[in-house]
Protein backbone atom coordinates (compact mmCIF):
# COMPACT_ATOMS: atom_id res chain seq x y z
CA UNK A 1 0.00 0.00 0.00
CA UNK A 2 1.51 2.95 -1.08
CA UNK A 3 1.78 5.87 1.97
CA UNK A 4 2.11 9.74 2.61
CA UNK A 5 3.00 11.84 5.46
CA UNK A 6 2.10 15.46 5.96
CA UNK A 7 4.39 17.93 7.33
CA UNK A 8 2.62 21.13 8.96
CA UNK A 9 3.34 24.23 9.59
CA UNK A 10 1.25 27.14 10.08
CA UNK A 11 -1.81 28.44 11.58
CA UNK A 12 -5.24 26.61 12.52
CA UNK A 13 -6.62 27.29 8.45
CA UNK A 14 -3.05 25.68 7.20
CA UNK A 15 -3.85 22.72 9.35
CA UNK A 16 -7.57 22.52 8.24
CA UNK A 17 -6.04 22.61 4.57
CA UNK A 18 -3.82 19.32 5.81
CA UNK A 19 -6.38 17.23 7.29
CA UNK A 20 -8.01 17.55 4.24
CA UNK A 21 -5.93 16.77 1.94
CA UNK A 22 -5.04 13.72 4.38
CA UNK A 23 -8.74 12.86 4.04
CA UNK A 24 -9.22 12.66 0.67
CA UNK A 25 -5.51 11.04 0.16
CA UNK A 26 -7.19 8.25 3.53
CA UNK A 27 -9.91 8.11 0.80
CA UNK A 28 -7.61 7.17 -2.25
CA UNK A 29 -6.53 3.93 -0.15
CA UNK A 30 -3.09 5.63 0.59
CA UNK A 31 -1.72 5.14 4.53
CA UNK A 32 -0.40 7.70 6.73
CA UNK A 33 3.07 6.86 8.42
CA UNK A 34 4.47 8.23 11.38
CA UNK A 35 7.56 9.98 10.09
CA UNK A 36 8.40 11.37 6.55
CA UNK A 37 11.63 9.04 6.42
CA UNK A 38 8.89 5.75 5.32
CA UNK A 39 6.56 7.36 3.25
CA UNK A 40 6.57 7.51 -0.64
CA UNK A 41 5.18 10.81 -0.52
CA UNK A 42 5.19 13.99 1.42
CA UNK A 43 2.99 16.85 1.69
CA UNK A 44 4.83 19.74 3.25
CA UNK A 45 2.20 22.60 3.77
CA UNK A 46 4.04 25.49 4.22
CA UNK A 47 3.36 29.07 5.68
CA UNK A 48 4.95 32.43 4.47
CA UNK A 49 3.93 35.15 7.39
CA UNK A 50 8.14 35.09 7.94
CA UNK A 51 11.18 34.39 6.49
CA UNK A 52 11.75 32.31 9.36
CA UNK A 53 8.64 30.54 8.40
CA UNK A 54 10.03 30.29 4.89
CA UNK A 55 13.40 29.31 6.18
CA UNK A 56 11.96 26.69 8.35
CA UNK A 57 10.06 24.74 5.65
CA UNK A 58 13.60 24.66 3.09
CA UNK A 59 15.17 23.10 6.27
CA UNK A 60 12.36 20.64 6.43
CA UNK A 61 12.41 19.63 3.04
CA UNK A 62 16.16 18.84 2.75
CA UNK A 63 15.88 17.20 5.65
CA UNK A 64 12.97 14.92 4.27
CA UNK A 65 15.29 14.54 1.11
CA UNK A 66 18.40 13.82 2.74
CA UNK A 67 16.51 11.22 4.91
CA UNK A 68 14.71 9.66 2.46
CA UNK A 69 15.95 10.58 -1.38
CA UNK A 70 13.34 8.03 -3.09
CA UNK A 71 10.33 9.96 -1.29
CA UNK A 72 8.12 12.15 -3.85
CA UNK A 73 7.68 15.84 -2.37
CA UNK A 74 5.11 18.12 -2.92
CA UNK A 75 5.21 21.49 -1.48
CA UNK A 76 2.13 23.63 -1.29
CA UNK A 77 0.45 26.25 1.04
CA UNK A 78 1.27 29.69 1.59
CA UNK A 79 5.01 29.87 0.60
CA UNK A 80 4.01 27.67 -2.11
CA UNK A 81 1.61 30.56 -3.22
CA UNK A 82 4.14 33.34 -3.27
CA UNK A 83 7.16 31.80 -3.99
CA UNK A 84 6.79 28.41 -6.64
CA UNK A 85 10.34 28.67 -8.31
CA UNK A 86 11.91 29.30 -4.93
CA UNK A 87 10.71 26.16 -3.87
CA UNK A 88 10.93 24.19 -7.17
CA UNK A 89 14.37 24.94 -7.01
CA UNK A 90 15.03 22.64 -3.88
CA UNK A 91 16.42 18.56 -4.56
CA UNK A 92 13.63 16.39 -3.71
CA UNK A 93 10.70 18.12 -4.76
CA UNK A 94 8.68 16.59 -7.16
CA UNK A 95 5.79 18.79 -7.41
CA UNK A 96 5.31 22.95 -6.04
CA UNK A 97 1.26 23.22 -5.48
CA UNK A 98 0.18 27.11 -4.35
CA UNK A 99 -3.08 27.20 -2.60
CA UNK A 100 -5.21 28.41 -5.84
CA UNK A 101 -4.79 24.37 -6.32
CA UNK A 102 -4.56 22.43 -3.31
CA UNK A 103 -7.43 20.34 -4.09
CA UNK A 104 -6.02 18.91 -6.80
CA UNK A 105 -3.02 17.57 -4.79
CA UNK A 106 -4.55 13.78 -4.22
CA UNK A 107 -5.01 13.50 -7.84
CA UNK A 108 -1.13 14.35 -8.34
CA UNK A 109 0.01 11.98 -5.84
CA UNK A 110 -2.50 9.25 -7.10
CA UNK A 111 -0.72 9.89 -10.91
CA UNK A 112 2.86 9.40 -9.52
CA UNK A 113 4.38 6.67 -10.34
CA UNK A 114 6.50 4.85 -8.31
CA UNK A 115 9.89 6.41 -7.93
CA UNK A 116 11.83 3.46 -9.68
CA UNK A 117 9.36 4.22 -13.07
CA UNK A 118 10.79 7.46 -12.97
CA UNK A 119 7.91 8.51 -15.17
CA UNK A 120 6.51 11.97 -14.91
CA UNK A 121 3.45 12.64 -13.42
CA UNK A 122 0.46 13.53 -16.13
CA UNK A 123 0.34 16.85 -16.62
CA UNK A 124 -3.22 18.64 -14.97
CA UNK A 125 -4.71 21.53 -17.09
CA UNK A 126 -2.96 24.79 -16.21
CA UNK A 127 0.73 23.48 -14.73
CA UNK A 128 3.68 25.58 -15.67
CA UNK A 129 6.76 23.37 -15.55
CA UNK A 130 10.03 24.55 -14.53
CA UNK A 131 12.44 23.66 -17.17
CA UNK A 132 15.68 21.73 -16.21
CA UNK A 133 15.59 23.56 -12.75
CA UNK A 134 19.29 22.41 -11.26
CA UNK A 135 19.14 19.00 -13.06
CA UNK A 136 22.29 18.83 -12.26
CA UNK A 137 22.62 18.80 -9.16
CA UNK A 138 19.23 16.88 -8.67
CA UNK A 139 18.90 13.27 -7.76
CA UNK A 140 18.54 10.80 -10.57
CA UNK A 141 15.59 9.93 -9.22
CA UNK A 142 13.47 12.88 -9.61
CA UNK A 143 13.06 15.08 -12.88
CA UNK A 144 13.09 18.67 -12.15
CA UNK A 145 10.29 20.38 -10.26
CA UNK A 146 6.86 21.00 -11.93
CA UNK A 147 4.57 24.15 -10.41
CA UNK A 148 0.57 24.12 -10.36
CA UNK A 149 -0.67 27.56 -9.43
CA UNK A 150 -2.51 30.69 -10.63
CA UNK A 151 -4.49 33.42 -9.66
CA UNK A 152 -5.85 33.25 -5.70
CA UNK A 153 -7.50 36.48 -6.13
CA UNK A 154 -9.97 34.28 -8.64
CA UNK A 155 -10.95 32.68 -5.94
CA UNK A 156 -14.37 33.07 -4.67
CA UNK A 157 -15.39 29.72 -2.73
CA UNK A 158 -13.67 27.59 -0.24
CA UNK A 159 -11.52 25.07 -2.32
CA UNK A 160 -10.66 22.59 0.41
CA UNK A 161 -13.02 20.39 1.39
CA UNK A 162 -13.47 20.21 5.57
CA UNK A 163 -12.21 17.85 7.15
CA UNK A 164 -14.37 14.71 8.15
CA UNK A 165 -12.54 14.10 12.01
CA UNK A 166 -11.89 10.67 13.44
CA UNK A 167 -8.67 10.49 11.40
CA UNK A 168 -5.49 10.68 11.99
CA UNK A 169 -5.65 10.72 15.90
CA UNK A 170 -7.49 14.42 15.65
CA UNK A 171 -8.84 14.88 19.01
CA UNK A 172 -9.75 18.46 18.43
CA UNK A 173 -11.00 18.62 14.70
CA UNK A 174 -10.26 22.03 13.09
CA UNK A 175 -13.22 23.15 10.73
CA UNK A 176 -12.44 25.82 8.33
CA UNK A 177 -15.53 28.41 7.55
CA UNK A 178 -13.48 31.11 6.12
CA UNK A 179 -11.19 31.79 3.78
CA UNK A 180 -9.10 34.91 2.71
CA UNK A 181 -8.58 37.83 3.66
CA UNK A 182 -9.78 41.75 2.21
CA UNK A 183 -7.89 43.90 4.61
CA UNK A 184 -4.28 45.42 4.00
CA UNK A 185 -2.29 45.79 6.98
CA UNK A 186 0.89 47.06 5.79
CA UNK A 187 3.45 44.02 7.42
CA UNK A 188 0.91 40.75 5.91
CA UNK A 189 1.17 39.25 2.76
CA UNK A 190 -1.46 36.41 3.63
CA UNK A 191 -3.92 38.32 1.44
CA UNK A 192 -1.73 37.77 -1.74
CA UNK A 193 -1.27 33.93 -0.78
CA UNK A 194 -5.00 33.45 0.42
CA UNK A 195 -7.19 35.84 -1.55
CA UNK A 196 -10.07 37.88 -0.94
CA UNK A 197 -12.23 36.91 2.04
CA UNK A 198 -14.76 33.98 1.20
CA UNK A 199 -16.76 31.96 3.77
CA UNK A 200 -18.69 28.25 3.78
CA UNK A 201 -21.79 28.54 3.50
CA UNK A 202 -24.34 28.13 7.26
CA UNK A 203 -26.14 25.43 5.58
CA UNK A 204 -22.59 23.71 5.13
CA UNK A 205 -21.37 23.87 8.76
CA UNK A 206 -23.95 22.74 10.55
CA UNK A 207 -24.01 19.85 7.85
CA UNK A 208 -19.90 19.43 8.86
CA UNK A 209 -20.21 19.70 12.46
CA UNK A 210 -23.57 16.96 12.46
CA UNK A 211 -20.83 14.88 11.11
CA UNK A 212 -18.16 15.58 12.99
CA UNK A 213 -20.51 15.08 16.38
CA UNK A 214 -21.08 11.22 14.82
CA UNK A 215 -17.81 10.83 14.33
CA UNK A 216 -16.92 11.19 18.01
CA UNK A 217 -15.71 14.94 17.97
CA UNK A 218 -16.80 16.57 21.43
CA UNK A 219 -14.56 19.60 20.58
CA UNK A 220 -14.29 21.42 17.21
CA UNK A 221 -12.28 24.78 16.47
CA UNK A 222 -14.09 27.51 13.88
CA UNK A 223 -11.41 28.61 12.17
CA UNK A 224 -10.15 31.09 9.25
CA UNK A 225 -8.33 34.20 8.14
CA UNK A 226 -10.46 36.47 9.28
CA UNK A 227 -13.34 34.70 11.28
CA UNK A 228 -15.02 38.36 12.08
CA UNK A 229 -15.27 38.94 8.17
CA UNK A 230 -17.70 36.09 8.39
CA UNK A 231 -20.55 35.49 5.62
CA UNK A 232 -20.30 38.85 3.89
CA UNK A 233 -19.34 37.83 0.65
CA UNK A 234 -22.54 35.46 0.64
CA UNK A 235 -25.98 35.68 -0.57
CA UNK A 236 -27.99 35.91 1.73
CA UNK A 237 -25.23 37.35 3.81
CA UNK A 238 -24.60 35.89 7.06
CA UNK A 239 -22.89 36.83 10.56
CA UNK A 240 -20.57 35.23 12.39
CA UNK A 241 -23.09 35.46 15.80
CA UNK A 242 -26.09 34.29 13.63
CA UNK A 243 -24.22 31.26 12.44
CA UNK A 244 -22.87 30.66 16.31
CA UNK A 245 -26.51 30.69 17.65
CA UNK A 246 -27.44 28.07 14.98
CA UNK A 247 -24.51 25.73 15.78
CA UNK A 248 -25.40 25.88 19.16
CA UNK A 249 -29.15 25.21 18.37
CA UNK A 250 -28.68 22.51 15.38
CA UNK A 251 -25.94 20.68 16.75
CA UNK A 252 -25.24 18.80 19.87
CA UNK A 253 -21.35 19.70 19.53
CA UNK A 254 -20.03 19.59 23.84
CA UNK A 255 -17.71 22.62 22.70
CA UNK A 256 -17.24 24.95 20.51
CA UNK A 257 -13.84 27.12 20.38
CA UNK A 258 -13.45 29.96 18.03
CA UNK A 259 -9.96 31.02 16.67
CA UNK A 260 -8.41 34.48 16.12
CA UNK A 261 -11.32 37.21 15.73
CA UNK A 262 -9.91 40.95 15.08
CA UNK A 263 -10.53 42.77 17.65
CA UNK A 264 -13.35 45.58 16.32
CA UNK A 265 -15.41 42.80 15.53
CA UNK A 266 -15.44 41.11 19.15
CA UNK A 267 -18.56 43.47 19.62
CA UNK A 268 -20.82 42.93 22.98
CA UNK A 269 -23.26 40.80 21.09
CA UNK A 270 -20.69 38.34 20.34
CA UNK A 271 -19.13 38.03 24.21
CA UNK A 272 -22.77 37.64 25.05
CA UNK A 273 -23.25 34.59 22.97
CA UNK A 274 -19.87 33.02 24.65
CA UNK A 275 -21.29 34.16 27.89
CA UNK A 276 -24.84 32.27 27.09
CA UNK A 277 -23.85 28.87 26.99
CA UNK A 278 -21.61 26.57 28.81
CA UNK A 279 -20.41 25.03 25.46
CA UNK A 280 -18.84 27.76 23.94
CA UNK A 281 -15.43 28.08 24.87
CA UNK A 282 -14.24 30.32 27.28
CA UNK A 283 -11.12 31.73 24.70
CA UNK A 284 -10.53 34.77 22.75
CA UNK A 285 -7.76 35.78 20.60
CA UNK A 286 -7.42 39.04 19.43
CA UNK A 287 -4.18 40.13 17.49
CA UNK A 288 -3.11 43.31 19.04
CA UNK A 289 0.18 44.22 17.15
CA UNK A 290 1.31 47.20 18.93
CA UNK A 291 0.63 49.29 22.16
CA UNK A 292 1.21 52.47 19.65
CA UNK A 293 -1.30 54.73 17.88
CA UNK A 294 1.23 55.84 15.62
CA UNK A 295 2.82 52.38 14.83
CA UNK A 296 -0.72 51.19 14.34
CA UNK A 297 -1.57 53.46 12.00
CA UNK A 298 1.73 52.78 9.82
CA UNK A 299 0.40 49.00 10.00
CA UNK A 300 -2.79 49.92 8.15
CA UNK A 301 -4.55 48.95 11.48
CA UNK A 302 -7.97 50.45 12.07
CA UNK A 303 -8.20 50.32 15.54
CA UNK A 304 -6.11 52.32 18.22
CA UNK A 305 -5.31 51.69 21.73
CA UNK A 306 -8.17 52.77 23.44
CA UNK A 307 -10.36 50.72 21.27
CA UNK A 308 -8.51 47.51 21.63
CA UNK A 309 -8.49 47.87 25.53
CA UNK A 310 -12.06 48.22 25.81
CA UNK A 311 -12.97 45.26 24.00
CA UNK A 312 -10.85 43.24 26.01
CA UNK A 313 -12.28 44.62 28.95
CA UNK A 314 -15.58 43.94 27.94
CA UNK A 315 -14.26 39.99 27.43
CA UNK A 316 -12.99 40.27 30.92
CA UNK A 317 -16.49 42.15 32.34
CA UNK A 318 -18.55 39.46 30.95
CA UNK A 319 -16.64 35.84 31.49
CA UNK A 320 -13.99 36.70 34.27
CA UNK A 321 -12.38 33.33 33.53
CA UNK A 322 -12.26 33.79 30.02
CA UNK A 323 -8.44 33.70 28.04
CA UNK A 324 -7.71 36.88 26.17
CA UNK A 325 -4.61 35.88 23.77
CA UNK A 326 -2.98 38.49 21.62
CA UNK A 327 -0.71 38.77 18.43
CA UNK A 328 2.05 41.22 19.26
CA UNK A 329 4.72 42.50 16.88
CA UNK A 330 7.93 43.51 17.70
CA UNK A 331 10.14 45.99 16.01
CA UNK A 332 8.09 47.13 13.13
CA UNK A 333 9.74 49.62 10.82
CA UNK A 334 10.25 53.12 12.59
CA UNK A 335 9.49 51.70 15.71
CA UNK A 336 10.71 53.81 18.52
CA UNK A 337 11.88 52.83 22.19
CA UNK A 338 8.99 55.06 23.38
CA UNK A 339 6.62 53.21 20.86
CA UNK A 340 7.66 49.57 22.42
CA UNK A 341 7.56 50.94 25.98
CA UNK A 342 3.85 51.95 24.82
CA UNK A 343 3.16 48.35 23.54
CA UNK A 344 4.54 46.83 27.04
CA UNK A 345 2.98 49.22 29.73
CA UNK A 346 -0.80 48.40 27.18
CA UNK A 347 0.08 44.44 28.05
CA UNK A 348 1.18 44.81 31.26
CA UNK A 349 -2.59 46.96 32.03
CA UNK A 350 -4.54 44.46 29.81
CA UNK A 351 -6.47 41.47 30.91
CA UNK A 352 -4.56 39.46 28.40
CA UNK A 353 -3.50 35.81 29.68
CA UNK A 354 -1.16 34.88 26.56
CA UNK A 355 0.94 36.40 24.14
CA UNK A 356 2.14 35.36 20.47
CA UNK A 357 5.56 37.81 20.20
CA UNK A 358 6.66 38.20 15.96
CA UNK A 359 9.90 39.58 15.40
CA UNK A 360 8.90 41.82 12.30
CA UNK A 361 9.98 40.20 8.84
CA UNK A 362 9.93 41.70 5.51
CA UNK A 363 7.57 40.56 3.30
CA UNK A 364 7.93 40.68 -0.40
CA UNK A 365 5.46 42.54 -1.95
CA UNK A 366 3.98 44.62 1.54
CA UNK A 367 4.16 47.98 1.70
CA UNK A 368 6.22 47.67 5.10
CA UNK A 369 8.56 45.98 3.28
CA UNK A 370 9.38 49.65 1.58
CA UNK A 371 9.08 51.50 4.45
CA UNK A 372 12.25 53.23 5.53
CA UNK A 373 13.99 53.44 9.43
CA UNK A 374 13.83 49.84 9.76
CA UNK A 375 14.65 48.26 12.95
CA UNK A 376 18.10 46.75 14.06
CA UNK A 377 17.47 43.01 14.20
CA UNK A 378 19.72 42.81 18.05
CA UNK A 379 16.89 45.62 18.89
CA UNK A 380 13.80 43.88 17.62
CA UNK A 381 15.48 40.22 19.57
CA UNK A 382 15.69 42.53 22.52
CA UNK A 383 12.55 43.86 22.12
CA UNK A 384 10.95 40.33 21.15
CA UNK A 385 12.42 38.91 24.40
CA UNK A 386 10.86 41.94 26.58
CA UNK A 387 7.36 40.86 25.04
CA UNK A 388 7.86 36.82 25.53
CA UNK A 389 8.81 37.43 29.04
CA UNK A 390 5.45 39.83 29.78
CA UNK A 391 3.77 37.19 27.91
CA UNK A 392 4.74 34.41 30.68
CA UNK A 393 4.35 36.54 33.40
CA UNK A 394 0.82 36.94 32.24
CA UNK A 395 0.50 33.79 31.69
CA UNK A 396 1.44 32.12 34.95
CA UNK A 397 -0.76 34.77 36.94
CA UNK A 398 -3.69 33.27 35.25
CA UNK A 399 -2.30 29.64 35.59
CA UNK A 400 -2.09 30.43 39.50
CA UNK A 401 -5.43 31.69 39.84
CA UNK A 402 -6.91 28.23 39.16
CA UNK A 403 -4.96 26.46 41.87
CA UNK A 404 -7.32 25.35 44.30
CA UNK A 405 -10.42 25.41 41.39
CA UNK A 406 -11.82 22.77 39.14
CA UNK A 407 -11.65 22.70 35.34
CA UNK A 408 -13.87 20.85 32.86
CA UNK A 409 -10.79 19.83 30.17
CA UNK A 410 -10.50 17.50 27.40
CA UNK A 411 -8.22 15.10 27.24
CA UNK A 412 -5.67 14.80 24.39
CA UNK A 413 -3.46 12.16 22.47
CA UNK A 414 -0.11 12.35 24.31
CA UNK A 415 0.73 10.66 27.83
CA UNK A 416 3.90 10.86 30.19
CA UNK A 417 5.62 10.00 33.03
CA UNK A 418 7.48 12.86 35.48
CA UNK A 419 8.33 12.61 39.23
CA UNK A 420 4.48 12.42 40.37
CA UNK A 421 3.79 9.36 38.53
CA UNK A 422 1.98 9.36 34.71
CA UNK A 423 0.13 11.94 33.76
CA UNK A 424 -2.90 12.41 30.53
CA UNK A 425 -2.84 15.89 28.73
CA UNK A 426 -5.54 17.90 28.50
CA UNK A 427 -7.42 21.28 27.38
CA UNK A 428 -9.80 23.16 29.40
CA UNK A 429 -12.19 25.31 27.63
CA UNK A 430 -10.32 28.82 28.63
CA UNK A 431 -7.27 27.24 26.92
CA UNK A 432 -5.10 26.37 30.00
CA UNK A 433 -2.79 23.03 29.21
CA UNK A 434 -3.29 20.96 32.02
CA UNK A 435 -1.61 17.47 32.61
CA UNK A 436 -4.15 15.17 34.36
CA UNK A 437 -3.01 12.52 36.82
CA UNK A 438 -2.96 8.84 35.20
CA UNK A 439 -3.45 7.65 31.81
CA UNK A 440 -6.67 8.52 30.00
CA UNK A 441 -7.64 7.67 26.48
CA UNK A 442 -8.04 10.94 24.53
CA UNK A 443 -11.34 12.40 23.80
CA UNK A 444 -12.90 11.87 27.20
CA UNK A 445 -14.26 14.84 29.32
CA UNK A 446 -12.58 15.01 32.79
CA UNK A 447 -13.47 17.94 35.37
CA UNK A 448 -10.05 17.84 37.09
CA UNK A 449 -9.46 19.60 40.98
CA UNK A 450 -6.35 21.49 40.21
CA UNK A 451 -3.68 21.17 42.74
CA UNK A 452 0.21 22.26 40.99
CA UNK A 453 1.84 24.20 38.88
CA UNK A 454 4.93 22.25 37.27
CA UNK A 455 7.04 23.50 34.38
CA UNK A 456 4.68 25.32 32.99
CA UNK A 457 1.37 23.08 32.99
CA UNK A 458 -1.37 22.88 35.64
CA UNK A 459 -1.96 19.77 37.43
CA UNK A 460 -3.99 17.84 38.97
CA UNK A 461 -6.08 14.71 39.62
CA UNK A 462 -9.64 14.04 37.86
CA UNK A 463 -12.85 14.16 40.64
Request: aromatic share 6%; proline share 5%.
Amino acid sequence: MATFFIEQFGCRATQADAAAIERQLRERGYAATREANSANVVVVNTCTVTAAADLQARQAIRAIHKQNPSARIVVTGCYAQRAPEELAGLDGVSWVVGNSHKPEIPRLVEEMAPVSARRAPQEPRGFVPLSMIASETRSSAHRPAQILTGDIQEQRELLVAPVEGGEGGHTRPVLKIQDGCNKRCSYCVIPQVRGRSRSLAPGRVIEEIRKLCERGAREIVLSGIDLGNYGRDLAPRADLGELLRRILDDTPVERLRVSSIEPMDVTEDLIAIFASSERMARHFHMPLQSGSDRVLAAMHRWYRAEHYARRAELVREWLPDAAIGADVIAGFPGETEGDHQATLALIEQLPLTYLHVFSFSARPGTAAAEMKHHVPEAVIARRARELRALGEQKKTGFQKAQLGGQLRVLTLNRQGINDSGQWTRALSGNYHDVRVSGQWSANQTLDVRIDGLTDGYLAGAAV
